[in-house]
């Protein structure tokens, strides 16, 4: 057997394996898409079957945008998206000052604070939802929209390291002579270092963007009013073991609630490659 024929042959093995490790991946995907179609008493004679043997997807998808509870699933998605892009927002400002001051500007025991910051991320979520709960409960801001956003607005240890590693590669005589030029502090991060760290933003962005849309811990324990639910904790009321539960409007609104996310992760992929990539290489 010649060199070239046993490369064909390796190569179309690769791709055979490749395509169908990519089905398995993507394959709970598909049959969310194609169960969102099938009708509710149907839907489990045949699980793993991604065509509908009967075709629901119109009722499926109008009764799941009907919601639930008398609130619509419009509802649901802009409590959803206001928290997620306002929360987004605020955990990337302050994680970018937060790395700004920590790499950046010297200051007594910015070593030891930079420590404590990396110490949190081995903290679990979930502990520190008491305390976060009982200063949301002394602000009068439980069962507010607020209440899921503000806790953002403290930063991220992940996405200040991320940013933290990223002004450690760029120069500080580019400070120096925006210093001499008359640029102060704030001056220089957005001026001089923000377009360098372009990539590291957009990659904290698209993280800290997928971690709040998903989120279903803080608003189950934050939130007590149907109309101020988030998706993810408003998918859970299409489910009733008590009456009837509405699977294909789940499964429907469950398609719906991926989309910005996909979206938003194809539009920005190639920052977040560029971001891995560049520190991984600076680090």
Partial sequence: MGMHTKKKINSIRFHIGACLIGFLMIYPLLWLLASSFKSNETMFLDTYSLIPKVWDGQKNYRSGFAGVGGVTFATFFMNSLTVTVIGTGGCVLTSLLAAYALSRIKFKFSGLWFGCVMMTMMIPPQV???????????????????????????????????????????????????????????????????????????????????????????????????????IPLALNMYLDPNSYNNYGGLFAMSVISLLPVIIFFIIFQRYLVDGIAMDGIKG
């Fill in 128 to 230: 520190m939802v008491v305390p976060q709960y009982i200063i949301l409960k002394k602000l009068n801001l439980i069962d507010t929209r607020t209440a899921l956003i503000l806790p953002w607005f403290f930063g991220g240890a992940f996405f200040i390291f991320l940013m933290v590693q990223f002004f450690r590669g760029i120069p500080r005589e580019l400070d120096e002579a925006a210093e001499i030029d008359g640029c102060g502090k704030i001056g220089i991060l957005f001026r001089i270092l923000v377009p360098v760290v372009k990539p590291a933003i957009i990659t904290s962005s698209i993280f800290a963007f997928y971690w709040i849309w998903q989120d279903f811990f803080q608003p189950l324990i934050f939130m007590n009013s149907a109309s101020k639910f988030t």
